[in-house]
């Protein structure tokens, strides 16, 4: 059985947050994650427009990634209805390692899972 180490790409531009229904006041942070099935051995990368190559870049002014977690800039949220640019681009590079003799076969068996998750914060820097 030869392996067969094949890369698949994804890329989250986040352009606008448009606030529908106000929780809170404050500040808020949309992070993703990126989750792939175990039953495939794999190494997933995350990356950000800013820190293209740096991982544990940890800058609340701008995007990021932090243990594996992509993260936006940090915004703040004043009104309902309010319209919010983000502009931030977050990509995931996925290396899997699969069976040469069953590439596509191995390749649909993949899971895999966006997580976003709304952060809020009552200041600018966490």
Known sequence: MSEVQGTVEFSLELHKFHNV???????????????????????????T???????????????????????????QILYRNEEISVNDCMN??????????????????VDFQLKLDLHFTDNEQQ
């Open 21 to 47: 229904d106000l929780f809170q006041r404050g500040f808020y942070q949309i992070r993703a994650g990126l989750k792939v099935s175990p039953r495939v051995p794999h190494r997933v990368i995350a990356t």
């Open 92 to 109: 995931f590079k996925v290396h899997l390692l699969l069976d040469g003799e069953r590439v596509e076969e191995a390749l649909s068996e």
């Open 49 to 75: 427009q800013d820190n293209a190559g740096k991982t544990d870049d940890c800058s609340f002014s701008s995007a990021g990634v932090y243990d594996g977690t992509v993260f936006s800039r940090i915004f």
